[in-house]
């Protein structure tokens, strides 16, 4: 053990790594471009209420298609963006052309909530102008009301700054914007976060419905966290619901609201549009009573 300690450490980089890190120089470059050249776009993915099949919310998703790489998954830039410093900027982006977006659905008699994916970073930042101000200034100019805005925050957030993130989320849900706790489970959740953040609405992760039918513990998992957010009073979104039989086993145990494939992928706004005119959501409603009596 003490030999091990005693050991020079050498950093040196295999082939594989100096790849690696040009790509993601390269990546970072181009990422930089791109925030300068907007060259993203906007998905919404509907979230229905299982209760009547209503569509209640789109999450808006970022994407990004790079001239040379084609289209970049967000979890994979995401992560770049924040450590080079650029979340901010994008954020900011994402957050005017949603809001323009919902403003356009609405005018158009779409009336329905949207939801943003913040990142910690963007949330607590080193700048003169914090995010709740953007968040204030961002509403008023597009003449959003608060509660037709909602943003989904992680609970690695709450781990990094607690006390600045409490502030910060204190001050956005005064402001009247609802805060949903995104991919509940797969953090290092102290479960008493989730009474003491002002959080109003618990998102259950996709991995966990994944596997509810043929694995038991998550199964069993599932329930606890159904039940356990129904004794907070918490509303619960399933993520990532594909199946028809996933859509039961939620609907069976009360989780309220679902958004997944099965539903809809994440859609263009003029894919939304056409979506939310077409009423599909109407074949959540007949699904609903036969469930019931299972
Ligand atoms: P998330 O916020 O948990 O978003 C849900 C992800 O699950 C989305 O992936 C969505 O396309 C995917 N999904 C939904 N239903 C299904 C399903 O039935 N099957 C499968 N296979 N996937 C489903 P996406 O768009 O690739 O985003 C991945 C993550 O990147 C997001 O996870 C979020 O953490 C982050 N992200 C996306 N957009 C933004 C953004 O505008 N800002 C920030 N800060 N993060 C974002
Ligand atoms: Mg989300
Ligand atoms: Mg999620
Ligand atoms: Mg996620």
Redesign the pocket.
Known sequence: QAKRDGRAHYQYFSPEMNVEMLERMHLEQRLRRAVKQSEFYLEY?PVIDMRNGAIISV????RWNDPEFGVI???AF?PIAEEAGLIEPL?EW?LHQALSDLAELHSQGLMLKMA????GR?CINSKDVSFYDILKDALSKHAICAKDLHI?ITESMLIEDKPRCLQTLESIKQLGVDIYL??FGTGYSALSYLTQCPISVIKID?SFIDNVLNNPSDAKLIKAIVMMAQSLEMPLVA????TVEQWQFLHSLGCDYA????MSR?LTKPQLVEFLQQAKPFQYLKLAPELSAV
């Open positions: 993915q999450e808006a998703l970022i998954s967000p979890q995401i954020g994402i943003i994916n913040v990142s963007q989904e995104d991919d996709k993520e990532g619901i594909e958004q997944g494939y099965l994440p």
